[in-house]
């Protein structure tokens, strides 16, 4: 069965919605099922949207990560654009007040670091407080929504809340962005008046590949299902010296540095014999980012069986074994944005946890006992039940 994402299902129904005044928060990553944007479909078929707003990397998805958005024009609707990642997070009263219903459309890569899904919350939140219908435009998750496969570690709200990271939820939730809002109206925001369009033809065990013949890039380095799958495991190199690949043709699927010993490494990753992934070496040269026309020492990671493979799990042993054999080199780095302008404690709230870098201090055996422990959803899972719509 072919699948028809939230925004194929709703455009059925335009005639529901005519005489009202419509904003649209989405960007170009946000299609139908035959690629067409949904805005463009949207107002195609009649539905009176007078403006747009976006979130980071603007509503082209070409913005920089971290760099701050601004105002313009859509030059393929003419609507006016209000930036939800550049002087505010949030829709304001101003953004708000000549319109009628707030529609969301937004991709996600299942992670919880990605901040499309925080932009949905500052939605939510604004059109609670505007008192303003929210209707959002649900899309299957690409990497599955297997929840024996989500990963935390649980983020603590008290000392790790931020825009990457704003309340408790794994790391990989394994969820939609419809099921996640309905969990959120329910326990935070009862007066919001949400109505979710769901999938249709799409099953929790689908990934990716499995449901898009073409993947369609959501922000300029996550170009892949390959990189989307690898991404909640080598984000976290965002807080190290070492390249996640940005600036590379493959980002997300590499990582090195110029001081990285690739074929030690290599050897032995493939040796923990993780399930699922495969690495090799490889070298690189990033245009930009970290170690910019600097020739890299890196590995590739091949995902092997999407069913198996735990990114998270992978990602930390990888920073750990990096950490334990390249003293002198290996560092902890910041990662200024826009919305941690110092970038300090960029683990921390990658992670979600307190003090995440002290993890590492431990002999690699303890290391991979407290990961096993620290990864666990049983909670979450037991958490989203009464919220599952596929």
């Known amino acids: 069965m072919t699948v028809r994402s939230g ?30 944007p949904s805005r463009q479909a949207l107002l195609r078929a009649g539905f009176p949207i007078v403006k747009l707003l976006s979130p980071e990397h603007g509503l082209d998805t070409i913005g920089e990560d971290g760099k701050p958005m601004r105002n313009g024009i859509d030059a393929l609707t003419g609507l006016p654009i209000s930036s939800l990642y550049g002087d505010k997070l949030q829709p304001t009263a101003d953004d708000l007040a000549d319109v009628d219903t707030v529609i969301v459309d937004l ?17 939510m939140e604004a059109s609670t407080s505007h008192q303003k219908p929210l209707i959002l435009l649900d899309r299957p998750n690409p990497l599955s929504g297997r929840l024996d496969l989500a990963e935390g570690p ?32 329910q326990e935070r925001l009862p007066a919001l008046a949400l109505t979710v369009v769901r999938v249709e033809g799409w099953q929790r065990d689908q990934f990716a590949t499995d449901w898009q013949p073409s993947f369609v890039p959501t922000s300029p380095a996550m170009i892949s299902a390959e990189a989307a799958l690898l991404y909640p495991g080598l984000g976290l190199l965002e807080a190290t010296n070492l390249s996640e690949g940005r600036g590379t043709p493959t980002p997300f699927r590499v990582a090195g540095a110029p001081w990285l010993d690739a074929g030690k490494l290599v050897a032995m990753f493939n040796e923990i014999g993780l399930p699922g992934v495969v690495a090799r070496a490889v070298t690189f040269v990033p245009q930009s980012i970290k170690y910019a026309g600097q020739l890299c020492q890196g590995l590739m990671f091949h995902v092997l ?48 946890i307190p003090n995440a870098e002290e993890l590492f201090r ?29």
């Open 305 to 352: 069986h999407q069913q198996d493979f735990r990114p998270v799990l992978m990602g930390l042993l990888f920073i750990k074994l990096v950490y334990d054999t390249h003293f002198g080199y290996f560092n902890w780095s910041c990662y200024p944005t826009h919305v941690n302008p110092t970038g300090k404690r960029h683990m921390d709230k990658l992670l979600g």
């Open 362 to 390: 431990q002999p690699l055996p303890e290391f991979t006992k407290t990961l096993h422990s620290l990864l666990r959803c049983e909670a979450w899972m037991d958490n989203m039940k009464p919220y599952l719509f596929y």
């Open 7 to 36: 925004v194929d299902v709703f455009l059925k129904h335009v005639a529901v919605y005519q005489g009202q005044r419509l904003a649209l928060v989405t960007n170009q990553a946000a299609i139908t099922h035959t690629y067409t």
């Open 107 to 123: 991709p996600d890569v299942g992670c919880r670091f990605y901040t499309y899904l925080w932009t949905l919350t500052q939605v």
């Open 154 to 185: 649980l983020l603590d709200e008290a000392h790790c809340s931020s825009f990457i990271g704003r309340w408790r939820m794994p790391l990989r939730h394994s969820c939609t962005f419809g099921e996640l809002a309905m969990c959120w109206r």
